[in-house]
């Protein structure tokens, strides 16, 4: 679960920061107040990706799932990319999770068929 819902952070790591860009042209919005946002958001991306295993690692994704969609009140597309990364991030979880119970029944397997000398 692990390297998927981190490969999914990473990516939305780009993702906030091209919309910071793209914010930046908002004549409403400072270019100090955007790149602090963003830059707070870009740095739990990446805390998150230490955290992830951890019970609370996966609610916090989710929340940064939806500040994400919520940041398409600044830049319109992130609707649509939040709703694709929260899409990704189900993925990641449900998927991830699958992986992690048959990699363990394989070990499992494995421990059980091999001689106890080897």
Same mark, same amino acid.
């Given at each position: %679960?692990? $390297? *998927?819902?981190?490969? $999914? #952070?990473?990516? &939305? ?8 860009l793209v914010a930046m042209? &908002?004549?409403?919005?400072? $270019?100090?107040?955007? /790149? ?5 958001? %870009?740095?739990?991306? *990446?805390? #998150?990706? +230490?955290?992830? $295993? ?5 609610? *916090?994704?989710?929340? *940064?799932? #939806?500040?994400?969609?919520? @940041? ?5 597309? %992130?609707?649509? %990319? +939040?709703?694709?990364?929260?899409? #990704? /991030? /189900?993925? @990641? ?7 992690? &119970? ?17």
């Open positions: %679960m692990r $390297t *998927l819902c981190s490969s $999914t #952070l990473i990516g &939305e790591f780009f993702v906030i920061g091209f919309a910071a042209k &908002e004549p409403d919005l400072s $270019t100090s107040t955007v /790149w602090i946002v963003s830059g707070i958001a %870009m740095f739990l991306c *990446l805390a #998150l990706c +230490g955290v992830i $295993t951890r019970p609370a690692g996966i609610a *916090l994704g989710w929340a *940064l799932q #939806l500040a994400l969609i919520a @940041s398409g009140i600044f830049v319109p597309t %992130m609707y649509f %990319m +939040g709703a694709i990364f929260a899409g #990704l /991030w /189900w993925a @990641s979880v449900h998927y991830g999770k699958k992986i992690d &119970e048959a990699k363990a029944r394989f070990a499992a397997q494995n421990t059980q068929d091999s001689p106890s000398g080897v």
